[in-house]
């Protein structure tokens, strides 16, 4: 017997991408070689090589700060911002056209499945760059007074979750706000980028305004560390974002961190059931689950808990495992061997402690990295898996009696950075909100982004805020003294 | 008839009340020239700990009122100083050594700035948050709220003038705060903390402790309950001229950390640990500012879906 279960493969073919078999750093406008030990980057759901990668070594990262720092005094800093913004919405453009190529690039070398990839990461990385473009020449309305100025170089480290997004989340504001930019990809996850390196040649982006530097995390704390650099964006794990917090202590630095998570969503015994079953599913499972704001502690009020589990358990027997680039794939491969091993230890850790696991029922293919749907129950606040961040698909099932409790156990946490509630109570909703310590709450919805709207966490999931009018002042200063005079001199005369 | 003065003792301010410190110890403080003023309390690191539990239990509750009921709140202070800024002159000139006119000068710039800040608290959400245009059937709006805890360390100088500027943006945005006060005019402090005490506003919202910066601000920096540092009076700590003869002798916490020779870049490496923010020290005394107040504020971002009607 057949089901809609059962069904013919329909992979995207890779036929669109044109890769080289290695890739050097690119500075200063032009693709050079490394001298650090080069490393490959493979395909986490064959193992299969992709390309060699050139790594940067301590004189590389020299190299790209100067050619950054000429970039912005000698050419970027001196352009108009209208003139800015039409290099950013060239970016917009390109990246537009080469949508497909891209995601199946991200795809290839990340392990997403190919419907996020080309419904999601892509379509954001080109509005994120249409949106930031228009912000070139308004900076005035950034909320710094008038004639505010760029910081100068940006260090920017990001990670390898979603690599292309977070690479235009950091570009595309800095960018608009008149700094250059060192970029250093995650290690496992460099292609997206390095073929972004050939749109800004397409797009005649001056030489030197973006540089993209591979490497593993030595090339980034060197990048971060380097003394010519005024401005640090990370995206990356909490205990990295700390080391940076202080090696960056008293630098005078302006610094941006977006960290790990470990966000409570809260379902109401008066939820929009059928949707929150999905927008629980979107929460912990979209992307392997390796998303620093997913809903990965699921609060469910007690009177509705075996209902919710029970729909949870058949809707994840739904999804399909495997190749990325099927398009018919809902869960794709995990991004490494070394992530992989880490969710195996907490899951193992969660059932060690005494939860009740219970894993969706699918074929693992042979080769790669891969973690079947997994769900805790009977899980209380003190377990492992209700506190660290898994970044995974694993999801840890607690539960509550009254909206104060659901606060409570939501907010028993260092992290702050998001946080999901389901309620068909509007007021109950609000008054919620307004408790939870986190940077991002989505009501009657999950894991929506949009470059509109700041993103960012409470306590120890970091500080500063991505996207919006929040992520552009976050790549500027006010204006200097002197200027500020003259602004207000020139002023008082019309 | 002559009358023969009675002396005030100077204690600490902490949740409302106004204790010695557990220590037991004190310190002298004089005026410009070196003549006796008064003991003060040389707060500890317990008296630290105790002011950040009491931080932290009046936290909620004022974030929880509105912006209307904590402008009003800080104007009262404002008003309660006026009526006693002869006190505040005679202090201040005694202990800065500066004339008359000046310690009047500071006072009123003192008060002027309470009033300041008092006028933020029911706007400040406006002008730092927005409603965002997203592109889908969302509502989607960016708000400000108060972090949390904050220590601060005052200024040295212009001792209450300082305290204005560095408690009134903490407090405005519904911050509760631990404040060290200048450690060698710590008397403006304590007489303020009287004033907070008869203005309403509620026991643990500001939590002052006089001593040794460089003793005390090592464990706020390092502490996990509290989540902002503001470090405005804290350049010269660890510096040769940061000492006042008084430190450091008799410390009742000689445990693992080095008090006593941190600067302000230490105090900073360890707010790291966790993920405080850090607001870094000011030369003289921080112009008023709403970046001071956002510094102490986080943008909360809530979505809510649209129905298809």
């Known amino acids: 017997m057949t089901s809609f279960l059962d069904y013919a493969p329909a992979p995207e073919s890779t036929a669109i991408l044109a890769l080289k078999p290695s890739y050097g750093l690119f500075i200063n406008g032009e693709f050079v070689d490394g001298h650090g030990d080069g490393f490959t980057t493979i395909s986490p759901s064959t193992e299969k090589r992709i390309a060699d990668i050139a790594s940067a070594n301590?004189?590389?990262?020299?190299?790209?700060?100067?050619?950054?720092?000429?970039a912005h005094d000698r050419t970027w800093s001196k352009l108009s911002g209208a003139d800015r913004g039409k290099y950013l919405f060239r970016i917009a453009r390109l990246v537009q056209e080469r949508a497909r190529e891209l995601a199946v690039a991200?795809?290839?070398?990340?392990?997403?499945?190919?419907?996020?990839?080309?419904?999601?990461?892509?379509?954001?990385?080109?509005?994120?760059?249409?949106?930031?473009?228009?912000?070139?020449?308004?900076?005035?309305?950034?909320?710094?007074?008038?004639?505010?100025?760029?910081?100068?170089?940006?260090?920017?480290?990001?990670?390898?979750?979603?690599?292309?997004l977070m690479l235009a989340w950091k570009i595309a504001p800095a960018l608009a706000a008149g700094n250059t930019v060192v970029i250093k990809p995650a290690e496992t996850t460099p292609l997206t980028a390095l073929i972004f390196a050939e749109i800004l040649q397409q797009a005649d982006l001056p030489a030197g305004v973006v540089n993209i530097i591979t490497g593993a995390g030595e090339t980034g704390e060197l990048l971060v560390n380097h003394p010519d650099v005024d401005k640090v964006a990370f995206t990356g794990s909490t205990a990295v974002g700390k080391a940076i917090a202080r090696s960056t202590a008293g630098s005078g630095k302006k610094i941006t961190l977006e960290l790990g998570g470990k966000a409570a969503n809260i379902v109401f015994d008066d939820a929009p059931i059928d949707q929150a079953i999905?927008?629980?599913?979107?929460?912990?499972?979209?992307?392997?689950?390796?998303?620093?704001?997913?809903?990965?502690?699921?609060?469910?009020?007690?009177?509705?808990?075996?209902d919710v589990v029970e729909?949870?358990?058949?809707?994840?027997?739904?999804?399909?495992?495997?190749?990325p680039l099927d398009k018919n794939t809902d869960i794709g491969a995990i991004n490494s061997r070394e992530q992989l091993d880490r969710i195996r230890d907490l899951s193992d850790i969660g059932e060690s402690e005494g939860a009740d696991r219970w894993t969706a029922d699918c074929?693992?293919?042979?080769?790669?990295?891969?973690?079947?749907?997994?769900?805790?129950?009977?899980?209380?606040?003190?377990?492992?898996?209700?506190?660290?961040?898994?970044?995974?698909?694993?999801?840890?099932?607690?539960t509550f009696r009254t909206p104060a409790e659901a606060v409570a156990k939501a907010n028993n946490t260092p992290y702050g950075l998001s946080a999901g509630i389901w309620s068909s109570n509007g007021s109950r909703?609000?008054?919620?909100?307004?408790?939870?310590?986190?940077?991002?709450?989505?009501?009657?919805?999950?894991?929506?982004?949009?470059?509109?709207?700041?993103f960012g966490g409470y306590k120890e999931s970091g500080y500063g805020r991505e996207g919006g009018r929040h992520g552009l002042a976050a790549y500027l200063s006010e204006a200097a003294p002197a200027a500020r005079q003259a602004v207000t001199s020139k002023g008082a005369t019309k | 008839m002559t009358h023969l003065t009675i002396p005030?003792?100077?204690?600490?301010?902490?949740?409302?009340?106004?204790?010695?410190?557990?220590?037991?110890?004190?310190?002298?403080?004089?005026?410009?020239?070196?003549?006796?003023?008064a003991n003060a309390a040389k707060a500890s690191r317990k008296d630290a700990r105790d002011a950040v539990v009491a931080a932290r239990a009046a936290q909620s509750g004022w974030a929880g009122a509105t912006g209307y009921n904590r402008g009003q709140v800080l104007y009262r202070v404002a008003e309660v100083l006026e009526g006693r800024r002869a006190q505040f002159i005679d202090e201040i000139v005694a202990s800065e050594g500066v004339s008359t006119a000046a310690a009047t000068a500071q006072v009123n710039e003192a008060i002027d700035t309470w009033v300041w800040y008092a006028g933020w608290a029911d706007k400040y959400v406006q002008v730092a948050g927005n409603g965002n245009g997203v592109s889908g059937p969302y509502f989607n709006l960016s708000t400000p709220e108060p972090t949390g805890v904050v220590a601060i360390i005052a200024p040295r100088e212009s001792s209450l003038l300082g305290l204005a500027s560095v408690i009134g943006p903490a407090v405005a945005t519904g911050n509760t705060v631990v404040v060290i006060a200048s450690e060698r005019a710590p008397l403006s402090a304590i007489s303020l903390a009287e004033v907070l005490a008869t203005s309403d506003v509620p026991g643990g919202v500001v939590n002052v402790l006089t001593g040794s910066a460089a003793e005390i601000a090592p464990w706020l920096a390092s502490h996990a309950d509290v989540n902002g540092l503001d470090l405005a009076g804290a350049g010269d700590l660890g510096s040769d001229s940061a000492g006042t003869g008084s430190a450091g002798t008799g410390?009742?916490?000689?445990?693992?950390?080095?008090?006593g020779e941190s600067t302000w870049v230490d105090l900073q490496i360890a707010a790291a640990e966790t993920l405080k923010r850090v607001l870094p020290p000011v030369s003289g005394i921080p112009s008023r500012s709403i970046d001071r107040m956002l510094a102490f504020t986080e943008t909360k971002t809530v979505w809510h879906t649209k129905a298809m009607i």
């Not at chain 1, 301590?58 to 000429?70: E, F, G, I, N």
């Not at chain 1, 042979?366 to 999801?395: K, M």
Request: hydrophobic share 45%.
């Open chain 1, 363 to 398: 074929a693992i293919p042979e080769n790669g990295f891969w973690f079947a749907p997994t769900i805790f129950t009977n899980v209380s606040t003190s377990h492992r898996i209700a506190r660290d961040e898994v970044f995974g698909p694993v999801l840890s099932v607690l």
């Open chain 2, 8 to 37: 005030k003792t100077y204690k600490l301010y902490v949740g409302g009340k106004f204790p010695r410190s557990e220590s037991g110890r004190v310190y002298e403080v004089t005026t410009a020239k070196g003549a006796f003023l």
């Open chain 1, 106 to 164: 991200e795809s290839l070398d990340n392990g997403k499945p190919i419907r996020e990839a080309r419904d999601v990461d892509v379509p954001l990385v080109a509005a994120w760059f249409f949106y930031y473009a228009g912000w070139a020449d308004k900076l005035d309305y950034a909320g710094l007074g008038t004639n505010p100025r760029s910081l100068g170089v940006a260090a920017q480290v990001i990670p390898w979750n979603f690599p292309l």
């Open chain 2, 251 to 259: 410390s009742a916490s000689t445990g693992s950390a080095s008090t």
């Open chain 1, 311 to 323: 729909r949870l358990k058949a809707r994840l027997s739904t999804l399909r495992l495997g190749d």
């Open chain 1, 278 to 306: 999905e927008g629980i599913v979107n929460g912990i499972f979209f992307n392997q689950g390796h998303v620093c704001c997913a809903g990965s502690r699921l609060l469910v009020q007690e009177n509705i808990h075996d």
């Open chain 1, 429 to 454: 909703i609000l008054a919620v909100a307004d408790r939870l310590r986190a940077g991002v709450i989505w009501a009657n919805t999950f894991n929506q982004f949009d470059p509109a709207s700041p």
């Open chain 1, 58 to 70: 301590s004189a590389d990262v020299d190299l790209a700060v100067a050619a950054a720092r000429r």
